[in-house]
């Protein structure tokens, strides 16, 4: 069944010849009614009350990915009121006053461009400090063949393994054939439509095929490139689940 579906995930693709290019709006949001409370569990510490405390007051952003053929970016709308970060001695503090962790979490202040002729994608982070480029590889997807209608279009499920046994959802339509979607997410035969990320969630809510931005991708060219490994040694692994 599965190579019934990329067969015809395919046949989909090679069906539009013509140059597709525009801009995407996705409204990325957090599933709150699938969080716990804060203060309900006694067993959480102070820090893992102030983090559910700060989800469940966080509020929906815009994400925007302007894409052609074979080169896209995203960023996230514009906040002035960027979280501060203290990582002293590996030790990871949040002025939480003001944050909206889903700006946060749908790419806050990075940008991420991917060109398709690379096998590596590149994020400009600037949440350390000095501003990064960081290498990232290709997502490795998992293609199903359950599907569902979004926006009028026909999209296939794909996932991908994340740690604790879960996994990234995402809903991709062959009737778009290009490989990008948000935050980096990219690679399917066909535009992501939507992410289901745990607790976060990407949905589609405007496409502005032939606007003008998309002719003018560059890449980000400044701070320092390195790979994935070499930024988790200069962040200080601060995101380890260790």
């Not at 302007?66 to 960023?75: A, E, G, Q, T």
């Amino acid at each position: 069944m599965k190579n019934s579906v990329l067969v015809l995930v395919l046949m989909a693709s090679w069906s539009l010849s013509a140059q597709l290019k525009g801009k995407i709006t996705y409204k990325v949001s957090t599933q709150k009614d699938s969080l716990e409370q804060p203060y309900a569990n006694p067993e959480n510490t102070d820090a893992q009350n102030d983090a559910l405390e700060m989800m469940h007051e966080s509020l929906p952003v815009e994400g925007y990915l302007v894409f052609n053929d074979s080169i896209s970016i995203y960023n996230v709308e514009p906040k002035n009121d960027i979280p501060q970060w203290n990582n002293t001695n590996d030790n990871l503090t949040i002025t939480p006053s003001g944050i909206n962790l889903t700006w946060f979490m749908a790419g806050g202040n990075s940008i991420y461009y991917a060109d398709l002729s690379r096998d590596f994608s590149i994020t400009q982070n600037a949440i350390m400090g000095p501003t990064v480029r960081i290498m990232s590889k290709p997502v490795e997807w998992t293609i199903t063949d359950e599907t569902k209608e979004i926006d009028g279009y026909t999209c296939y499920l794909a996932t991908k393994d994340k740690l604790n046994n879960k996994k990234l959802r995402a809903w991709f339509t062959p009737k778009i054939p290009v490989k990008h979607g948000p935050r980096g997410f990219s690679g399917l035969p066909g535009l992501i439509m939507e992410i289901e990320d745990v607790i976060y969630t990407w949905k589609i809510v405007k496409i502005d095929f032939d606007n003008k931005e998309a002719d003018t991708i560059v890449e980000p060219i400044e701070g320092d490139l390195m790979t994935q490994e070499e930024f988790v040694d200069f962040s200080g692994n601060i995101f380890s689940d260790n």
